[in-house]
T-cell receptor, first 110, second 112 residues
Framework: QKEVEQDPGPLSVPEGAIVSLNCTYSNSAFQYFMWYRQYSRKGPELLMYTYSSGNKEDGRFTAQVDKSSKYISLFIRDSQPSDSATYLC??????????FGAGTRLFVKA | SQTIHQWPATLVQPVGSPLSLECTVEGTSNPNLYWYRQAAGRGLQLLFYSVGIGQISSEVPQNLSASRPQDRQFILSSKKLLLSDSGFYLCAGTGTTYNEQFFGPGTRLTVL
């Protein structure tokens, strides 16, 4: 079992929709949780970073961590065509290595 | 803010040729540095990480090596490339809290 599991998609939604992206993880020692956005042929860009459980909001993006169920979510409100990208979730315990999900491809249709 | 520079952006090399990819970091001191490889449609595979000058940890046995000659310089090398070395290579570095990683633009390597 991979330490971080993520549905590869693709996920296709109409412009303006609320997008829900999800990951599960197996290591209960994970304390730090990140979401990255990666456009085609570019490096990943850090979108959201949270510590432990709870919600964090930044503009149209909300990251949610539920440590009891080992579930990580990213919500995108009022999705735009420019949000079309691959979204990677990631976690670590506070040590040197970060574990990444395989990424979910999102397409937002105009 | 931190910036990761990588070059070249794309590279086409014949099998058996050497490789040198360079990564430099701007805007932070003493970062942890990482080399990842990303195959098409797949996740990030950690190749090497470094917590300081001259300190390299290898995650995957292979014909690649890494070096960190300066605090903000990280180099990925190979003496003889294999076809299986093709992929998208990403350099990353930690920020001031050491908890988040920031990525460079990547190098797309094709070995023919």
């Amino acid at each position: 079992q991979k330490e971080v599991e993520q549905d590869p998609g693709p996920l296709s939604v109409p412009e303006g929709a609320i997008v829900s992206l999800n990951c599960t993880y197996s290591n209960s020692a994970f304390q730090y949780f990140m979401w990255y956005r990666q456009y085609s042929r570019k490096g990943p860009e850090l979108l959201m970073y949270t510590y432990s459980s709870g919600n964090k909001e930044d503009g149209r993006f909300t990251a949610q961590v539920d440590k009891s169920s080992k579930y990580i979510s990213l919500f995108i409100r009022d999705s735009q065509p420019s949000d079309s990208a691959t979204y990677l979730c990631a976690s670590h315990t506070g040590g040197f290595k970060t574990i990444f999900g395989a990424g979910t491809r999102l397409f937002v249709k105009a | 803010s931190q910036t990761i520079h990588q070059w070249p952006a794309t590279l086409v090399q014949p099998v058996g040729s050497p490789l040198s990819l360079e990564c430099t970091v701007e805007g932070t001191s003493n970062p942890n540095l990482y080399w990842y490889r990303q195959a098409a449609g797949r996740g990030l595979q950690l190749l090497f990480y470094s917590v300081g000058i001259g300190q390299i940890s290898s995650e995957v046995p292979q014909n690649l090596s890494a070096s960190r000659p300066q605090d903000r310089q990280f180099i990925l090398s190979s003496k003889k490339l294999l076809l299986s070395d093709s992929g998208f290579y990403l350099c990353a570095g930690t920020g001031t809290t050491y908890n988040e990683q920031f990525f460079g633009p990547g190098t797309r390597l094709t070995v023919l």
